[in-house]
């Protein structure tokens, strides 16, 4: 039973459910009200019919009485005749008080009711319903003398006496009939009854259910994947709530599936372009340049792949923070898209590389031409909160199919070419076989600087500077050395810009800042308080603790800031003139002196030459040179130490290797020089021997 339930609400919808329900309700319910009403008008007709057979009886009963009387048949026969008349009556008997027949009329089985009748008690003449059988009943009713009219001739009182009584019997068959018409009538009042109501409640189901369907067809359409599906609000309250909540839950699904659908663009966009510059990143690049590289294959063209590294941006992040770094990168990859095609791709790879693809090229010029661009977008500065920041750009290209058949290869010699381009400051390169060996070479050098400080490699090695119009020795410039075992003394041309490309030059230019400074105090308290001048580079400059970490190497020491002169290149301290300006200051006021170093090589303003707290200029050993030969030279060099002296600066001349170079400079009335004339860069214990003990002798 309760799987055919179960199957019966599965298989069927809910209106025919409801109408199948209900049918059979009204059905049932007109079934047992029909039953009901029948059995009803059946104990109404059997007591009517009583009732009427017991008149009928009482009535033969009064007029039987002569008959009795007189024992005669013949005086009853008209009112037997009369009885029979009357439908429903079958048979009627008459029988005096010894229960002898005295008259029998009509039929009946004699097996239907018992011989004996009952006879009536007492004086009263009404009739009894004596026996009843399946088809008929039988009323019995005693038979009374009739006292005659009053006679004057009477003299007693008359006095009634029992004669005998009478037996009727009646038939069942009307009673089955009405009771039949009556069934019938009330099942077809009923039936039409529940018809109606059925039709009444299959139109209210109609509208009960349309709302049903219309909700149902709206579900369905949600779940086939239709989007902004909504309910009709229609129908009875509880459907309409019902609909209500399916659009609100419709509403927040489409909402949640919005959200998630923007969720997935953004995981996407994330996996496949760089959040700070919203270029492609790394992963979407290398499928662009395979897509590029099949498409190249199947047209048989030619395109060029751009790896391109910014030079000096990890200076910018050390000095000026990772926020101002950011922000670099983000228009220097602008400055780079809007120097090339707009079909052409650029990705940021990673750090501060970039790639780019070059499409559909007729001739390799196009890489070189778009090179150019990308280097001169690049080298004007970048204005950043209040911040001029220079940097440049090394590219290496890798042209397909000649350099490469497959993305690593190309990546990997564009990538070779980079490296080239940086190491030589050429702007970009084109990859060439054999280059790998090159680079090698680099990275070998590259590992070993790194290893130099731990093993003691390096060394500080000291050039005298003296007072010209005197030649009394003023000081000395601290010189850093590379003394590998393999390699044996390397250039500092090959290993100061290698130093400065890493980042080593920090850790390198703070162990000589330390070391020349103990030795200045060394010699100080020996009797030879010398100023010692040490380069910086821009690196250092650039560092935010920079100043401290001075005066922490002073005061650690103990030298006397008036002994140290800092030495900054011209082409470093203009392009870094509004950052350094501040630190500048800061280290005169600690005592330090400062010098513009390679003075002449740059472009310097003299706006900006007023402005900085320098004390002496460095002539660059490029114009002293030639000074001699060269009238533009000579030319320069009066104008350069001119010019200080109006600035009440110092004047240094470097480079100077002849008599004749000295003499032309006593002339321009430099202040000082150095250079090989006097003596070559020497270790400490040797400059000690050879030039403190010369100056210990002359005093």
């Known amino acids: 039973m309760n799987k055919m339930l179960k199957t019966f609400l599965r298989e069927f919808t809910f209106r025919r459910q409801l109408t199948i329900t209900m049918t059979l309700g009204i059905l049932c319910l007109a079934l047992f009200s029909s039953l009901v009403s029948s059995w009803q008008a059946n104990q109404r007709v059997r007591r009517n019919l009583i009732e009427q057979g017991q008149h009928i009886t009482e009535n033969l009963a009064r007029q039987s009485a002569l008959a009795l009387l007189y024992a005669s048949p013949d005086n009853a026969a008209e009112a037997v005749s009369a009885t029979l008349a009357f439908p429903g009556v079958v048979s009627v008997e008459i029988r005096d008080t010894g229960q002898r027949v005295l008259l029998v009329r009509g039929s009946t089985r004699p097996s239907e009711f018992p011989k004996s009748i009952v006879l009536v008690a007492g004086a009263s003449a009404q009739a009894v319903l004596d026996a009843e059988s399946e088809g008929a009943w039988r009323f019995v009713a005693p038979v009374y003398s009739q006292p005659s009219a009053a006679s004057p001739f009477e003299v007693q009182e008359a006095r009634t006496e029992r004669l005998g009584d009478v037996v009727v019997v009646m038939s069942k068959a009307a009673l089955s009939q009405m009771t039949s018409d009556i069934f019938i009538a009330n099942m077809t009042s009923s039936f039409s009854f529940a018809l109606l109501i059925l039709i009444l409640i299959r139109i209210l189901t109609s509208r009960m259910s349309r709302p049903l369907n219309q909700l149902s067809a709206s579900m369905a359409r949600a779940e086939a994947g239709v989007s902004n599906v909504r309910a009709v609000l229609s129908g009875p309250k509880d459907i309409v709530d019902m609909a209500h909540a399916f659009n609100s839950m419709m ?59 910014l030079n000096r941006f990890k200076n910018v992040n050390d000095t000026l923070g990772h926020d101002v770094g950011d922000r670099l990168l983000i228009a220097a990859g602008l400055r780079i898209r809007h120097s090339v095609r707009a079909g052409d791709s650029v990705a940021r790879f990673g750090g501060d590389e970039f790639t780019v693809l070059l499409e559909d090229l007729t001739s390799t010029t196009a890489g070189s031409v778009a090179s150019q661009k990308i280097c001169l977008a690049l080298a004007a500065p970048f204005e950043i909160d209040g911040h001029d920041i220079y940097v440049s750009a090394s590219i290496g290209i890798s042209v397909y199919p000649a350099d490469g058949m497959d993305g690593n290869t190309l990546l990997k010699h564009a990538d070779s070419a980079m490296y080239l381009a940086k190491k030589n400051n050429s702007g970009y390169e084109f990859y060439e076989s054999g280059m790998e060996a ?78 020349a400074c103990n030795q200045a105090k060394v010699w100080a308290d020996a009797g030879m308080p010398l100023a010692v001048a040490v380069n910086l580079s821009g ?112 004047v240094v001349a470097e480079g100077v290797e002849t008599v004749e170079q000295r003499d032309f400079l006593v002339r321009c009335d430099c202040d000082y020089i150095q250079g090989y004339l006097l003596s070559q860069p020497v270790p400490p214990d040797e400059f000690e021997r050879k030039i403190l003990d010369a100056v210990r002798r002359a005093q």
Not at 291 to 309: E, M, V
Not at 488 to 513: D, H, K, N, Q
């Open 251 to 309: 509403a927040a699904l489409e909402d949640r599936i919005a959200a998630v659908s923007h969720a997935e663009l953004r995981i996407r966009h994330l996996a496949y372009n760089d959040p700070l510059t919203e270029l492609p990143n790394r992963m979407q690049f290398m499928d662009l340049l395979n897509q590029t590289i099949d498409r190249a294959r199947d047209k048989g063209q030619t395109f060029a792949l751009l790896f391109l590294d």
């Open 438 to 515: 090159t680079i090698s070479a680099h990275v070998q050098m590259e590992g070993a600087l790194r290893r130099a400080e731990e093993r003691n490699e390096l060394l500080v090695y000291y050039q005298p500077k003296v007072v010209l119009a005197t030649g009394a020795l003023s000081g000395m410039e601290a010189l850093v050395r590379w003394k590998h075992p393999e390699f044996g003394m390397v250039s500092p041309a090959r290993f100061i810009p290698l130093a400065e490309e890493t980042g080593l030059i920090v850790s390198i230019g703070a162990w000589v800042l330390r070391t």
């Open 539 to 650: 690196v250092q400059l650039r560092q935010r603790n920079f100043v401290d970490s001075v005066r922490v190497v002073l005061a650690e020491t103990g030298l006397d800031p008036a002994l140290l002169e800092l030495e900054i290149t011209e082409s470093v301290l203009m392009e870094q003139a509004k950052e350094t300006l501040s630190s500048l200051h800061q280290l005169k006021e600690i005592g330090v002196q400062l010098a513009i170093d390679d003075f002449g090589t740059g472009y310097s303003s003299l706006s900006y030459l007023k402005r900085f707290p320098v004390d002496t200029l460095k002539i660059d050993r490029s114009f002293v040179s030639d000074v001699t030969s060269d009238p533009d030279d000579a030319a320069l060099v009066t104008g350069i130490i001119a010019l200080a002296h109006s600035l009440r600066l110092k």
